[in-house]
């Protein structure tokens, strides 16, 4: 069973980082393509960043592009979310997700999700 659980979301002041954390279990890494997407309240869930499997590709939202880094660490199974210089705008609640085969960052190709994290960001 594919498991992903988020964790280091909080409340930061404009301007701050913050760094998300994703632990996976249930499935061998490599093989799956890692998202992270953002749903604030009111609007769709958008995609922030994604690693296609084997971290071929690597794809940002183009209002976090230069801000945010995604990477993996394939011995903690792990994927990891770098937020700097963080914007009110950013508020919102965090998601991993997990899916072999996805080529694009679109949530609807994503099959595993985790729970979430609120990451709020005063201005």
């Known amino acids: 069973e594919v498991q992903l659980v988020e964790s280091g979301g909080g409340l930061v002041q404009a301007g701050g980082s913050l760094r998300l954390s994703c632990a996976a279990s249930?499935?061998?890494?490599?093989?799956?393509?890692i998202g992270w997407f953002r749903q604030a309240p009111g609007k769709e869930r958008e995609g922030v960043s994604c690693?296609?499997?084997?971290?071929?590709?690597?794809y940002y939202a183009g209002s976090v592009k230069g801000r945010f880094t995604i990477s993996r660490d394939n011995a903690k199974n792990t994927v990891y979310l770098q937020m700097n210089s963080l914007k009110a705008e950013d508020t919102a609640v965090y998601y991993c997700?997990?899916?072999?085969?996805?080529?694009?960052?679109?949530?609807?190709?994503?099959?595993?999700w985790g729970q979430g994290t609120q990451v709020t960001v005063s201005s």
């Open positions: 997700a997990a899916d072999p085969g996805v080529v694009l960052c679109e949530a609807a190709d994503f099959g595993s």
């Open positions: 249930g499935f061998t890494f490599d093989d799956y393509a």
């Open positions: 690693l296609s499997s084997y971290d071929v590709s690597t």
